[in-house]
């Protein structure tokens, strides 16, 4: 997965590039699809041919939590079925 | 209006909150489609109940430039005219 596990605070940081502004607004009704099943809403920073994802980890720890790491794969799935 | 101009670069900022998810995915829908006939694409960020929007002027001096500005003032509209 090309995901950027950081610290202070735990999180990881994905960027995206998409093509063109449709794709990004693809790939965004996605990602809020996923939001909305599994209740994580990263932090996300977008213009017309990217996307940037910060998920922060659930508890205050150095551990992301279970819930983070299944919505990174979440989005790796989406991208990897893309076109 | 309630977007703050700075400088280097020239840009214009507008914190917007949002009562839940939902708003903020339809306040998503319609900026896209001001985009899209606007052909302007500002750097947004957002997480569950909040939108940052940031438009950036269209030439390298200090003017905004009339694009920008009618993008703003269409922003502007859509969040007079929410619930």
């Not at 502004?21 to 699809?33: I, M, P, S, V, W």
């Amino acid at each position: 997965m090309s995901w950027i596990e950081r610290k202070r605070p735990t999180r990881l940081e994905r960027r995206i590039e998409l093509p063109d502004y449709e794709a990004t607004r693809g790939f965004l009704d996605q990602l809020a699809e996923v939001s909305e099943q599994q209740g994580i809403y990263p932090d996300t920073s977008f213009g017309r041919t990217y996307v940037n994802l910060t998920l922060y980890a659930e508890g205050e720890g150095e551990d992301l939590g279970e819930g983070v790491r299944r919505f990174a794969l979440a989005v790796d799935r989406l991208l990897d079925a893309a076109p």
